[in-house]
Nanobody, 114 residues
Framework: QVQLVESGGGLVQAGGSLKLTCTAS???????MGWYCQAPGKQRALVAS???????NYADAVKGRFTVSRDNAKNTVYLQMNSLKPEDTAVYYC?????????WGQGTQVTVSS
């Protein structure tokens, strides 16, 4: 069983920054890791992903503001969020592909006030 533990969410004013961290407990190789967000009344959507070879992919809305990175030795993925906007408010979920199975974290709330 793979567990993903997230931290770093919170309340921040528009223009501020937050850094999310997610650590996976597994002995197996992790392929892609990433972050998704879900706002009230909306579907969960990709924010950013990063492969085991550090190739990254971003949603258009966050390009230039968010940076995804990972530390393979620690099974950890990060999301640095800068220039936050009220529309970034959502629950952010960590995702990891382990042995071709997707695992999800419990989610962490990010709230951006105007």
């Amino acid at each position: 069983q793979v567990q993903l533990v997230e931290s770093g969410g919170g309340l921040v004013q528009a223009g501020g920054s937050l850094k999310l961290t997610c650590t996976a407990s597994t002995i197996f190789t992790i392929r892609d890791m990433g972050w998704y967000c879900q706002a009230p009344g909306k579907q969960r959507a990709l924010v950013a992903s990063i492969s085991s070879g550090d190739s990254t992919n971003y949603a258009d809305a966050v390009k230039g503001r968010f940076t995804v990175s990972r530390d393979n030795a620690k099974n950890t993925v990060y999301l640095q969020m800068n220039s936050l906007k009220p529309e970034d408010t959502a629950v952010y979920y960590c995702n990891a592909d382990v042995n071709s199975r997707n695992y999800w974290g419990q989610g962490t709330q990010v709230t951006v006030s105007s």
